[in-house]
Nanobody
Framework: QVQLVESGGGLVQPGGSLRLSCAAS????????MSWYRQAPGKERELVAV????????NYADSVKGRFTISRDNAKNTVYLQMNSLKPEDTAVYFC???????????????WGQGTQVTVSS
């Protein structure tokens, strides 16, 4: 039912750009907070950026501020991550996450995509 499908990863040289997309289905996208995470080999998964459901509040990890931009298109059920000025340390598998909860209706849900590889190398 629930599906998050990332795309747009690949190999890019330092200083280059990529745009990741995450297409969502099977849940109410417009009420979910959407995030991008990444995980490099031997390291913990870290939050890269988050955009809230209601007012599109945005937060970024310090390591990507000024270089990455998260956005969402509720009409297309899609969240994006524009990555500019890429560095080798950005190399990781990037994951899309959706979070939705309700105290009234008593649920707390987390959905994850399968991930897309981003490699920054010369």
């Amino acid at each position: 039912q629930v599906q998050l499908v990332e795309s747009g990863g690949g190999l890019v040289q330092p200083g280059g750009s990529l745009r990741l997309s995450c297409a969502a289905s099977g849940f109410t996208f417009s009420t979910a907070d959407m995030s991008w995470y990444r995980q490099a080999p031997g390291k913990e998964r870290e939050l890269v950026a988050v955009i809230s459901s209601a007012d599109s509040r945005i937060n970024y990890a310090d390591s990507v501020k000024g270089r990455f931009t998260i956005s969402r298109d509720n009409a297309k059920n899609t969240v994006y991550l524009q990555m500019n000025s890429l560095k080798p340390e950005d190399t990781a598998v990037y994951f899309c996450n959706a979070h939705s909860s309700s105290v009234t209706f008593r649920y707390d849900l987390d959905y994850w995509g399968q991930g897309t590889q981003v490699t920054v190398s010369s």
